[in-house]
């Protein structure tokens, strides 16, 4: 059974004249135990597919599945099935890290003493039982980071969506958290990663698409997305993750430096 | 850091369904110690009204004094005075700058990625509103008592007045959260409190309706606030008006039932 199965996803912001589509029709299928990437430049629609995914934003059209459950008829059961940690860590920085884990227990069903205690073993198994009873505001970016990752794993979900999980940290951090991924996946949970790191993607992900202005244009594992490439344009050697980018996007350095697009 | 994540279980038992009473006390409690831990953002809510009110008993109470000012039914012009202070205190709306925040920070996303009932992500703050507004107006009134001013209606009355304050800041703090979810803009949030803020003064917080100036007792006939601001007035100075009461819980009801409605919809239709 697919872990993620999206057909047709499309997102249309505004109205009339002014209507912007952010997606236009993506279709996805992600395998149950994958680490899956989902790559684009900025404003290509990975953030609003990821928000449809788990269900944060009503979809203009098509059907997602996730963990077997339509994401619009069945949100609830949806959210009771996946983790989500999105963009810039999103925490309440007046609470201990303590404070939000057994919140986020509480919030999906457990006892106070079941939230409690598992609260406990994921400040332990994150390495933050020393700032556990610290408020987040004092938390470093890695630090907040680790404590987003272990709230979404709380209820110990089936789907893990990790939003540019490494955006901002330092390279050590970084590290941290491909660790922590691939360990998650090992336990049999399916992540869904989206990231603008090439590397990040080439070292973590079974498989990638990259979208670019709504609509997915490349699929594959790693390797035969640069072997395509290789191919295609008779090269002597094996391209880099990047170049199999820039070259799905049409995009040069100089156009992806000088690119502004807000979406 | 090692994570250990449980590989799926098909038979497991499903989580207990959350109901929007149960997640809206969850979240309310945790908008509580949130607010126990800014103190700066309480405590301008009862000193506030409190500056206002000795401010206003200070420039009026000679023109209004206890013997031969028959509206104040024997007590000074401060017990006239305290309901326009109970319900400044009720009207800052402080669960809504708390959720604008959360908003742009992005937790709120966080908690709507929960299975929660929708609604609680709404109830819970305004919980947290009630009982705030609850301690803030029985300290206001503790102080007021401090001065000699009497709750003609007992203790009972006191209760009474005291939850009736606290029910209109979850009105007033609904209203202003609807502004946050529509904006999800802080500085939008605050200058739309400067719309909702001139009703609390078109009111007969200085004299009693029938002794405004004519376009003034119009404005205030029509402003529900007055309304609330009797039935507490009277809890003060008369006992039991069961006629007032019942306007002023009434315009509690209805204004209640209002914010509510839209809540729904605001909160089903986030994006």
Redesign the interface.
Known sequence: MSAINAVGLRKTYGHGDEAVDAVRGVDLDVAAGEIFGFLGPNGAGKSTTVRMLTTLMTLSGGTAYVAGVDVARDPDSARNKIGVALQEAGLDDRQTGREILVLQGRLFGMSRDDAAARAQELLELVDLLDAADRRVKGYSGGMKRRLDLASALVHEPEILFLDEPTTGLDPASRITVWDEVRRINRNGTTVFLTTQYLEEADQLCDRLAIIDDGRIIREGTPSSLKQELRDRRGLDSDPTLDDVFLDATGRNRDRVAGEVKEI | ????????QPDAP?????TAAR?SL??GG?AI??AL??PDSLLPTMFIPLFFLVVNVGQAARIFPAEGTPFLEGQNYGAFQLPASLLLSASFGGAALYLVE?IE????????????SRMALVLGRLYAEFVKTLAVATAMVVIALLFGIRIESGFAGFLVLIAMVALWAMVFSGFMQLISLKTRSAAATQGASMIFFPLLFLTPNFVPRDQLTRPMEIAATLNPVTYIMEAARSLILVGFDGAALAKGFGVIAVTMTIMLALSVRMINSY?
């Open positions: 850091m090692t994570v250990i994540t449980r590989t799926t499903a989580a207990p369904r959350s997640d969850i979240l945790r110690r949130e831990r800014t959360e920070g992005g937790y709120f996303d966080k908690l709507r990625a929960t299975p929660i994006d």
